[in-house]
């Protein structure tokens, strides 16, 4: 099993900048790769950026060049640095862990992120 508890969330006006952390416990050696998703009300979950186990990272092309996902030295805990925020980043974020010991991710509990214009 993997826990994933997500902090950093809250509210920001427009072009402000907030850095989301996700810790990962539990079968950590287990992890292939980490990522944020969100879900604004009314929409689908959504990816926002990933990165694997050997540092790979991948962004949807509404964040790209906005938002950077990193991780600490021990490969944990995974952060989500957003600059330039939009009142259309408004969403709940959730961390996801992509594991060895079964085919679905493993999620957060999610954090909410509000950008007042």
């Known amino acids: 099993q993997v826990q994933l508890v997500e902090s950093g969330g809250g509210l920001v006006q427009a072009g402000g900048s907030l850095r989301l952390s996700c810790a990962a416990s539990?079968?950590?050696?287990?992890?292939?790769?980490m990522g944020w998703y969100r879900q604004a009300p009314g929409k689908q979950r959504e990816l926002v950026a990933t990165?694997?186990?050997?540092?790979?990272?991948n962004y949807a092309d509404s964040v790209k060049g906005r938002f950077t996902i990193s991780r600490g030295s021990a490969k944990q805990p995974v952060y989500l640095q957003m600059n330039s925020l939009k009142p259309e980043d408004t969403a709940v974020y959730y961390c996801a862990a992509e594991s060895a010991l079964r085919y679905r991710p493993y999620w957060g509990q999610g954090t909410q992120v509000t950008v007042s214009s």
């Open positions: 990165i694997t186990n050997v540092g790979s990272t």
């Open positions: 539990g079968s950590i050696f287990s992890i292939n790769a």
